[in-house]
C-alpha cells in the first residue's frame, strides 16, 4: 500500500486512476474526520482529476466487501442540533467531492454495499456489480436516515422499500431499479469494471468532461439539488430522533450498543423480524 494512505490504494494504470478501499477487516467501512477513508478518498479524487494522465477514476475494494456503511469508531457521539448539523455537512462535503470531478467515476461493487458506502456509490458515474453484490439500508431498522440520496436514482418506491424495511436487494434487482448499469461474474467484475474505465479514458477528454457536466447539470435542474437540500435537513432531524428508536424490549437501540456492543444491538434488531420479505428474483421473475 501506498505510503501516502493508510485506508485506501492509489495508482494510475492505462489513463484510470484506481482507489481501493483498503480496510477488508473492518469491511471497507468509512470513517470520519481527519486521517479517515473518507478524508483518504476524497484526497485521492482531487488528486486524479489535477493529473492528465488520468481520464477516468476506477473505485473499487478489497476483500468481501465494497462498504459495509459507516465507521463511528472515535467520532464524539452528536448530543445537540448544531451537533447533528455538523455531522450532516461533513457528509455532504465528502459527496460533493464526487459530484466536482471533471472526470467520470466508474464504481466495481462486490460482496456488500450498505448505508453510507451506497450513499457514496450513488456518487458516481457508472456502477458495475458483481453477481455477489447486495446492496441495503439496514439503519432504516434503528430509527436513522439513508435514503435521501437514493430517491433520483432508483426512485422513491424504492428508496422507501430499503429504508422503511432495511432489506437487502441482490445485484440483479439492483440493476433493474438503476442502481447498477451492469452485472457481470464476481471474479471479472476487476477485468470488466477496468475495461468499461480505460475505454472511456480513451475518447477525447473535453468531450467527456463535457458531457458529463451536461448530464449532471440536467439531474440538477431537475430537482436533484432543491431535494438534497431538503432531504438532508430531514436527515438531520432524523438522526437526532435515532437516539429514541427503541427494540421491541422497550430498550434504545444507543443504550443497547452501549452496554452490549454491535452484537447486542444486531440480536435486538433481528427481534423485530427475521427472513426477507422480497421474494428471490428467481421466484419473482416466474410469477
Known amino acids: 500500500m501506498s505510503s501516502e494512505y493508510q485506508h485506501i490504494r492509489y495508482e494510475v494504470r492505462a489513463g484510470v486512476a484506481r482507489i481501493t478501499l483498503s480496510r ?5 467501512a468509512l470513517g470520519m474526520g481527519p486521517g479517515s477513508s473518507r478524508e483518504e478518498i476524497a484526497a485521492a479524487l482531487c488528486r486524479a482529476d489535477r493529473d492528465d494522465e488520468v481520464g477516468t477514476v476506477l473505485l473499487r475494494a478489497e476483500g468481501r466487501a465494497f462498504c459495509a456503511g ?67 439500508l439496514i439503519e432504516g431498522r434503528i430509527g436513522q436516515p439513508g435514503a435521501s440520496e437514493l430517491v433520483p436514482v432508483i426512485g422513491a418506491q424504492w428508496a422507501k422499500f430499503l429504508i ?25 467484475l ?4 477496468a475495461d ?12 467527456v468532461t463535457l ?21 438532508r435537513a430531514i436527515d438531520t432531524t432524523t438522526k437526532g430522533m435515532g437516539r429514541f428508536a427503541q427494540a421491541p424490549d422497550g430498550r434504545t437501540f444507543e443504550d443497547i450498543l452501549r452496554a452490549e456492543g454491535i452484537e447486542g444491538m444486531k440480536k435486538a434488531r433481528d427481534l423485530q423480524f427475521k427472513g426477507a420479505w422480497l421474494e428471490p428474483r428467481a421466484r419473482r421473475s416466474d410469477a
Open 164 to 188: 422503511l424495511t432495511g432489506e437487502l436487494i441482490d445485484a440483479e434487482t439492483a440493476r433493474e431499479i438503476g442502481l447498477a448499469l451492469a452485472v457481470v461474474p464476481a471474479d471479472r
Open 24 to 28: 477488508p477487516d473492518r469491511l471497507n
Open 70 to 136: 459507516g465507521d463511528l469508531t472515535g467520532v464524539p457521539p452528536t448530543e445537540t442540533p448544531l451537533d447533528e448539523h455538523l455531522f450532516n455537512e461533513d457528509i455532504l462535503r465528502f459527496y460533493a467531492g464526487f459530484r466536482a470531478l471533471h472526470k467520470p467515476v466508474v464504481a466495481a461493487v462486490n460482496g456488500l454495499c450498505l448505508g453510507a458506502g451506497l450513499g457514496m456509490l450513488v456518487q458516481c458515474d457508472l456502477v458495475v456489480a458483481a453477481d455477489d453484490a447486495r446492496f441495503g
Open 196 to 207: 468499461l474505465a480505460e475505454r472511456i479514458a480513451r475518447l477525447p477528454r473535453g468531450g
Open 211 to 231: 458531457n458529463k457536466a451536461c448530464i449532471d447539470a440536467m439531474t440538477d435542474v431537475m430537482g436533484r439539488t432543491a431535494g438534497r437540500l431538503v432531504g
Open 190 to 193: 476487476d477485468a470488466r469494471a
